[in-house]
């Protein structure tokens, strides 16, 4: 299968097109730019600098990745934006690359981006995620796998949404999303497991009465944070779940979202 350019898209720099690529009208590349195999990227698209994509990745039209970031301290040293591989990126988003030297923005594998979102400097966006219409990241923010962040959203810079979490519309997430909950509101509150998610990921009936349970110490008690996270580790002491939403909160640097509707 052979590559296919568009003879009004533009290609100027050290650009590697991989078996199978197609590269629709009136594209731009420019820069340091490698697309793996299959990956099709659609009409009007930007990409610039160094930019690394994976394979079979479906770029929509009027996309833009690996621009300057939106921030003060960039100076212009070379930095990075790193795509994996089966990526769907819907209409007029932007990626923008790294702040730092040698530092990159990142997204993971078979993602699902939708139209106007934005992925600012720094950030790292795991595997199997939803990011929907017009939702905002901006930099250093850390997604990981399998979250899904509604629209019509800002996420403050340094934040975190942990694994199969659900941050709700319009919600402005300016501290840590915890994993496995749902977290919604412009002063946001955590409303309780996220059930549809953990289900749709094979999670097991007890696996989810384990995070029910957690939920309830964690939002529904009287018990500080610090203290409900030693009676999770002491209830469930060999529970992967567990272990990895206790590691969550301890490792936060904003602090996790600790409200829950009145």
């Known amino acids: 299968m052979s590559v296919k350019v568009h003879p009004t898209a533009v290609l100027e720099g050290d650009i590697t097109l991989e078996e199978g690529v197609e590269i629709g009208p009136y594209s731009y590349l420019s820069g340091e730019i490698f697309i793996g195999k ?3 990227v659609g009409a009007y698209v930007r990409v610039e600098g160094r930019v ?8 929509h039209h009027s996309v833009s990745i690996g621009g300057p970031p939106q921030d003060l301290s960039y100076r212009g040293e070379p930095s990075s934006v790193i795509i ?11 990626i923008h690359r790294a702040t730092g030297e040698g530092e990159a923005t990142v997204v993971g594998d078979d993602n699902y981006i939708m139209a106007y979102a934005h992925i600012a400097h720094n950030c790292r966006i795991g595997n ?4 929907a219409n017009t939702a905002q990241l901006a930099g250093y923010v850390e997604v990981e796998d399998r979250a899904f962040i509604s629209g019509v959203l800002g996420i ?3 934040s975190r949404v942990g694994r199969l979490a659900m ?3 319009m919600t402005r997430l300016n501290r840590d999303a915890p994993p496995y909950f749902i977290t919604v509101g412009y002063d946001p509150v955590v409303i309780g497991p996220n059930l549809v998610g953990l289900r749709r ?3 097991s009936g007890e696996d989810i009465r384990v995070l ?5 110490i964690l939002y529904r008690s009287s018990t500080l944070a610090g203290e409900a996270l030693k009676v999770l580790e002491e209830r469930y002491p060999e529970n992967p779940h567990i272990r990895h939403l206790v590691a969550f909160f301890r490792e936060s640097k904003r602090g996790v979202v600790l409200k829950s509707p009145a």
């Open 38 to 40: 299959g990956t099709k």
């Open 52 to 59: 690394r994509m994976g394979e079979n990745n479906r770029i």
């Open 84 to 94: 994996g591989n089966n990526n769907v990126i819907r209409e007029f988003v932007s």
């Open 128 to 131: 199997h995620i939803v990011i």
């Open 156 to 158: 403050h810079q340094f």
């Open 167 to 169: 941050v709700g519309g």
């Open 201 to 203: 990921a094979g999670f």
């Open 212 to 216: 029910k349970d957690a939920y309830t």
